[in-house]
């Protein structure tokens, strides 16, 4: 897919204009069966490793988000085997708690980005999650942007009125072992 850098919400990192959309932006914490999570990265980090609930602990407490994805990136071999199936229902969760945990900030954000494309700027050429700078065309941006792509669905949800502050946040049904420290997540 590609994306014009002029009439999106790009952002790069969690200090842009549009960086409450990051993963890493913070004071936007979540609470998941009494645990305290501080960033949707430590969330979906863990999520790779309901297995392992000790390794999910040291992500989850981790106070920098990219130590806490580092943390992560050194036991990908450890990953739940049906990850690359199901990445991407598991970000679209963690950013449903984050909305609904974080509803006036969140709500805000997304009415303030009104119809713009919300897009992730990758400055690891992560074509997958964001974008990258088409070459020689820097004006426009190229990639899969499921970050961004998953935010706008959500938008589009808030928008409509099917998802409110009130609107549960159950797992995806075609996840199984969905697991925080041991125990199962529950709907929130």
Not at 47 to 70: D, F, G, S, V
Not at 73 to 88: E, F, Q, T
Request: hydrophobic content about 40%; some cysteine.
């Amino acid at each position: 897919m590609s994306y014009l850098r002029a009439g999106s919400a790009v952002f790069t990192s969690m200090h842009d204009e549009w960086g409450d959309f990051s993963n890493m932006a913070s004071g936007m914490p979540m609470t998941i069966a009494g645990v305290h999570i501080g960033r949707s990265e430590n969330l979906y980090q863990a999520c790779r490793y309901p297995h392992l609930p000790q390794l999910q602990a040291e992500i989850i407490k981790e106070t920098n988000p990219m130590k806490a994805k580092l943390l992560s990136k050194k036991n990908y071999k450890l990953s739940r085997a049906d990850w690359d199936g199901v990445c991407v229902d598991v970000m679209r969760w963690c950013l449903q708690v984050k909305l609904k945990q974080n509803w006036e900030r969140m709500s805000s954000t997304l009415a303030m980005s009104g119809s713009l494309d919300i897009v992730e700027e990758s400055a690891r050429h992560d074509q997958f999650w964001g974008t990258v700078e088409s070459r020689p065309v820097p004006t426009v941006l190229v990639g899969d942007n499921h970050l961004g792509c998953l935010w706008m669905e959500i938008r589009s949800e808030v928008n409509s009125g099917a998802r409110t502050a009130l609107t549960p946040v159950p797992l995806p049904l075609s996840i199984p072992n969905r697991m925080l420290l041991g125990k199962a997540i529950p709907i929130l």
